[in-house]
């Protein structure tokens, strides 16, 4: 998708949004939009109860992705619809391509029925709730005694939390962030690869001896996505209170965010200017093997970099650690089957998103390089079988065993993301100093909010 709002995820991501579709088994919006409980949603139903029978009539569900690298039917057959197809014979998945001209408000204005919709968590106000088609499926749950403890807790945790106690949709994968080395510059340099576990101190050591110019070339030694970083640290910074909806850019947690990220561009030679410090470039050298290590999104093997230079030598490791919290990996970037409050096939959408959680079809993705969504499973076993350039990686690497909780979004939280890219630029390129930086973002942020709200 090429909207604006969706620009500053990156990674993965991944995060949020909803459709539409006509309405049956309820059609309430809202925050418990008439799914049934709005508590926990825990997937016990009455012993009475039994679950009902799958239904066996002809259906067309309709997928929109919001975010993700899928964007043409052959990708969206390959990885999801035809094992939906496979496993429910009287459903046809129909997928809806992304282009310019075709974006959520297109669908929303031209009432083109929806009834899963794959998002991020963290642009659910941004678009599920932006157009009001949030449904709280706990109803759906309980009906068919779904066990939602199978599932990552952070990420059912998350949902819960802007549903306020409800489920608007299940977690089918959850990206993290990590680092990425280029194996051959640290064997050409003589210096010890990264290794999990490392904490920040560790890494910027790292940077110092791999920053350097060697024959008239310069080599940097640490690069990042501002955007992923930022919402992936293990912190846990909130950038607008939820509550106030007000910037706290300036407030504890994130003010030691941005002191330990943008510290690296004061090491000598991994300065950046304007045109070095922006995400492109730096992944560009990266590309170039003239930058040794990139905190990212864990995508950037699977997605960006991948197969498409094969004498590009790179491998992973786990994302640094704060001495304060030795133990919390960075929060995970939870991906969703939403189901939106106009669909009018919310029964079989829901058994299509409980399939997609199944071990059988975790497993599937895993060996596509999705991240998996459960835990307590040998999925991570199967992952990136399918992919030969994932051979050979440290794969433990690609998602934390103890992640931090996801911070609570604020419903203007999209306003937030260009101030990430700003905030670091002011800093690494030496323009303002952090004090002036995190002010000014917050009045930035502040004056966008009001603006807002006053519409």
């Known amino acids: 998708m090429k909207t604006k709002k969706r620009q500053w995820l990156g990674f993965s991501l991944a995060l949020c949004i909803g459709v539409l579709s006509g309405c049956s088994g309820g059609s309430g919006t809202g925050t418990n939009g008439g799914g049934g409980s709005s508590g926990t949603g825990g997937g016990e139903s009455p012993a009475s109860a039994p679950a009902p029978a799958a239904s066996t009539e002809p259906v067309e569900l309709v997928f929109w992705f919001h975010v993700g690298s899928i964007t043409n039917n052959e990708g969206f057959m390959s990885a999801f619809g035809n094992k939906i197809k496979e496993k429910f014979p009287h459903v046809t998945p129909k997928f809806i391509a992304p282009s310019n001209s075709v974006n959520l408000k297109?669908?929303?204005?031209?009432?083109?029925?929806?009834?899963?919709?794959?998002?991020?968590?963290?642009?659910i106000y941004s678009y599920l709730m932006e157009y009001n088609l949030q449904y709280?499926?706990?109803?759906?749950?309980?009906?068919?005694?779904?066990?939602?403890?199978?599932?990552?807790?952070?990420?059912v945790a998350a949902m819960r939390q802007i549903a306020g106690g409800g489920m608007y949709g299940l977690p089918v994968t959850v990206d993290s962030v990590?680092?990425?080395?280029n194996k051959t510059l640290f064997e050409r340099f003589g210096v010890p690869a990264p290794k999990d576990g490392m904490t920040w101190d560790d890494v910027y050591e790292l940077t110092r001896k791999m920053s350097r110019t060697e024959s008239g070339v310069q080599y940097y030694g640490m690069g990042m996505s501002p955007g992923a970083v930022a919402n992936g640290d293990p912190l846990s910074p909130v950038f607008i209170d939820p509550v106030k909806h007000q910037g706290l850019f300036a407030s504890e947690k994130p003010r030691r965010m941005f002191e330990t990220l943008t510290q690296f561009y004061r090491i000598a030679g991994n300065e950046v200017d304007s045109t070095t410090s922006a995400y492109a470039t730096q992944l560009k050298l990266f590309s170039e093997q003239r930058l040794a290590m990139m905190l990212g999104p864990n995508a950037?093997?699977?997605?960006?970099?991948?197969?498409?230079?094969?004498?590009?030598?790179?491998d992973i490791v786990s994302y640094p650690r704060y001495k304060e919290a030795p133990n919390a990996g960075p929060q995970l970037a939870p991906g969703y089957f939403l189901i939106p409050v106009t669909s009018t096939h919310k029964e079989t959408a829901f058994q299509?998103?409980?399939y997609v959680t199944s071990e059988e079809f975790q497993k599937h993705l895993a060996r596509r390089g999705y991240s998996p969504a459960l835990q307590?499973?040998?999925?991570?076993?199967?992952?990136?079988?399918?992919?030969?350039?994932?051979?050979?990686?440290?794969?433990?690497a690609m998602i934390p065993d103890q992640p931090a909780p996801i911070a609570p979004l604020s419903k203007y939280q999209a306003l937030a993301?260009?101030?990430?890219?700003?905030?670091?630029?002011?800093?690494?390129?030496?323009?303002k100093d952090i004090n002036t930086a995190l002010r000014e973002a917050d009045e930035r942020i502040n004056k966008k909010i009001a603006e807002q709200m006053a519409k």
Not at 108 to 115: C, L, N, T, Y
Not at 376 to 396: A, C, F, Q, V
């Open 352 to 354: 299509v998103a409980a």
């Open 300 to 314: 950037l093997g699977t997605r960006y970099f991948a197969d498409k230079d094969p004498n590009l030598e790179w």
């Open 376 to 396: 307590g499973t040998d999925i991570w076993s199967e992952y990136g079988k399918d992919l030969p350039y994932m051979r050979n990686k440290h794969l433990k």
């Open 136 to 155: 709280d499926i706990s109803g759906l749950i309980q009906t068919h005694k779904y066990d939602v403890s199978r599932l990552e807790p952070t990420a």
């Open 178 to 181: 990590n680092l990425i080395y």
């Open 106 to 123: 297109s669908l929303v204005e031209s009432k083109q029925p929806i009834d899963i919709f794959y998002d991020a968590y963290g642009q």
């Open 417 to 431: 993301a260009p101030e990430f890219t700003q905030i670091f630029h002011d800093i690494a390129t030496n323009a």
